[in-house]
Nanobody, 119 residues
């Protein structure tokens, strides 16, 4: 059974930091490229960062230099260290494999974790 459980969100002031975690189960985690996405109210979900099984990373321009993705293949967990947070980073954050896991014929997504950055 596929499960992706995001955690670590919260309320933080502009310029602050948060570290998000995503615990995965039911997937071959160490073989997967994993990614973080976010969805702000009224907007489409957008790509933030990915990490390949080799450890190579890629970031959206909006977070380059501020966010760092990492993974622990023993704990089956992917992390997102977010520094210098801005109000426009406010969103629900989700992790997933690339491409997304399929459950019952549909892309599977966890519940996400909410990040709110106050100005």
């Amino acid at each position: 059974q596929v499960q992706l459980v995001e955690s670590g969100g919260g309320l933080v002031q502009t310029g602050g930091s948060l570290r998000l975690s995503c615990a995965a189960s039911g997937i071959a985690f160490s073989l997967k490229t994993m990614a973080w996405y976010r969805q702000a109210p009224g907007k489409q979900r957008e790509f933030i960062a990915l990490i390949r099984r080799s450890g190579g990373t890629m970031y959206a321009d909006s977070v380059t230099g501020r966010f760092t993705i990492s993974r622990d293949n023993v704990k089956n967990t992917v992390y997102l260290q977010m520094n210098s947070l801005k109000p426009e980073d406010t969103a629900a954050y989700y992790c997933n494999a690339v491409p997304p896991e399929i459950v019952s014929g549909m892309d599977y997504w966890g519940k996400g974790t909410l990040v709110t950055v106050s100005s």
